[in-house]
């Protein structure tokens, strides 16, 4: 890859949602210790929290990354949350369909998939 495609895609990434990340107070941690810890809270408490984390997302998060909230953002939004993983985005009709490969285990799949 060329020295100026990976300036690119760094910069990119920067204004599309690293900045915003750190002012939303996000951290950086490693995929073991997430794995570890998320791996001892009982699945049923991760569906949970999913759920109610999903739904300040739009309310919360959004606005940082878009002035108007809407069906459209919503999906950039995602796109841009999943960047962090290797993820593929369908459309089967006008259904939206994210496969995410995490690496995190079962128990950080209940959890996202319940948001």
């Not at 941690?29 to 049923?44: A, C, D, F, T």
Request: proline share 2%; glycine share 6%; hydrophobic share 40%.
């Amino acid at each position: 890859m060329p020295v100026s495609h990976l300036i690119n895609k760094i910069l990119k990434n920067y204004i599309a949602g690293d900045r915003y990340f750190q002012e939303l107070g996000f951290l950086v941690v490693s995929k073991n210790l997430i794995r570890n810890v998320l791996g001892k809270v009982e699945e049923r408490y991760l569906m949970e929290e999913g759920k109610q984390f999903g739904a300040v997302i739009a309310k919360e998060y959004m606005p940082y990354f878009f002035t108007d909230v809407s069906s459209y953002t919503l999906l950039e939004f995602i796109d841009i949350w999943l960047s962090r993983f290797a993820y593929q985005h369908r459309i089967d009709c006008k259904r939206h369909i994210y496969s995410v490969n995490h690496d995190l285990g079962l128990t950080t799949q209940s959890f996202l998939e319940s948001i």
